[in-house]
Every structure is written in structure tokens, then in C-alpha cells.
């Protein structure tokens, strides 16, 4: 049997518990943006045919935000690497960084805006952005 990335069952249990969407930022940005009467989509992928999924989709100004928890993207001021199972970490999170890279320039290159938070940013800050960026590329 190959050993798990978990050292311990509560380990595992916490890291299971991770949310993937509707993270607390998420949230409150959503609820800024709602109030303001933004429309968007939740967790879905901006190009169908590719396997990725934002977290909030503008499609009509193709506007793509994504709010990146600081552990699992890396944050260059929060991010702590684990002690324990180091080296599966250090290629995770590895894997994690290029997919992002990977997925800004394949929305790019078809017409996207891409906006990247991390999620310790002020969710006020972040949704003033938003707007800024939509207003910016909508059609008049």
C-alpha cells in the first residue's frame, strides 16, 4: 500500500475539511459585489472545454477572479511549509503555482481578464478591483 500524504488520520481529517469554494473571502466578496449589483457565476469555468474553474465568472466582460488560499498557492508573505512529509508538499504546491501560471496565460490568450487575490487581501479592496476591472471592459 502507498503511504498517504496525511501523517496522521486527524491530519488527513483537517486537510478533507479545506474548503474548495465558498471560502469565507469568497463570501464576502460575493455579498459586496451582489449588493452593488454585480451578476456572476460561482466556481465555474470560464472555457467550458478547459478544466479549470475560477471563482467567480464574468462572462459577459470575460472578467475571471480567482482568491487563492495563502497555503495552497503559495503566498510569498503567509506561506509556511510543512514539517512533516516536506518533499510531497514542496512538489504540491510546486504543481499548484504552474497550474495558476498555466491557467492566467490559456484565459488570456482567449480574451480574459484574469484577476488574482490572495485570500488574507481585504475582501472591500478586492471587490473595489473587481468593479474597476468590469467597468474598465464592459461594452457600453
Request: contains cysteine; proline residues 6%; positive net charge.
Amino acid at each position: 500500500m502507498e503511504p498517504s500524504w496525511a501523517t496522521s488520520p486527524a491530519i488527513r481529517k483537517a486537510m478533507q475539511g479545506n474548503r474548495s469554494r465558498d471560502t469565507k473571502p469568497e463570501v464576502a466578496v460575493r455579498k459586496i459585489l451582489h449588493s452593488r449589483g454585480f451578476r456572476y457565476r460561482v466556481s465555474q469555468r470560464p472555457i467550458p472545454a478547459l478544466r479549470r474553474t475560477a471563482d467567480l465568472v464574468f462572462s459577459r466582460s470575460k472578467v475571471a477572479v480567482f482568491i487563492d488560499g495563502c497555503f495552497w498557492h503559495g503566498c510569498p508573505s503567509h506561506y509556511r511549509a510543512p514539517g512533516a512529509n516536506a518533499e510531497y508538499w514542496v512538489a504540491k504546491l510546486e504543481r499548484n503555482r504552474f497550474r495558476d501560471i498555466e491557467t492566467t496565460k490559456m484565459l488570456q490568450t482567449e480574451g480574459w481578464t484574469v484577476l488574482r487575490f490572495w485570500s488574507h487581501e481585504d475582501t472591500g479592496t478586492i471587490a473595489e478591483r473587481i468593479e474597476e476591472t468590469i467597468n474598465s471592459v464592459r461594452i457600453p
